[in-house]
Nanobody
Framework: QVQLVESGGGLVQGGGSLRLSCAAS????????MGWFRQAPGKEREFVAA????????YYADSVKGRFTISRDNAKNTVYLQMNSLKPEDTAVYYC????????????????????WGRGTQATVSS
């Protein structure tokens, strides 16, 4: 089992940047593919980015491609989401999620595939 704690959210002006972190408990972090999702008020939770166990494969939603970068440091049990060129429509609660997998190259954008979720961190982008 793994516990996930997000941090790094806040208020930023449009065009600015934020770096989100997700710290995982446990000794088997490298056994999990990781993902970032977000949920805006009144909207469903949506996929943002995913990264494979080793970090060699990444996948992004079209809405963030070229602006956001997902990365991980398995030695620190942490996954990151660097968000640049932020827009007001990026305002949401951001959640990280973990999927236990034996497939080293796996990434997935499906909410249903993930076993564990953090509580989220709020990112607000002003216009």
């Amino acid at each position: 089992q793994v516990q996930l704690v997000e941090s790094g959210g806040g208020l930023v002006q449009g065009g600015g940047s934020l770096r989100l972190s997700c710290a995982a408990s446990g000794r088997t972090f490298s056994s999990y593919a990781m993902g970032w999702f977000r949920q805006a008020p009144g909207k469903e939770r949506e996929f943002v980015a995913a990264i494979s166990r080793s970090g060699s494969n990444t996948y992004y939603a079209d809405s963030v491609k070229g602006r956001f970068t997902i990365s991980r440091d398995n030695a620190k049990n942490t996954v990151y989401l660097q968000m640049n060129s932020l827009k007001p429509e990026d305002t949401a609660v951001y959640y990280c999620a973990a999927k236990l997998t034996t497939i080293a190259s796996m990434t997935t954008q499906s909410l249903m595939d993930y076993n564990y979720w953090g509580r989220g961190t709020q990112a607000t982008v002003s216009s």
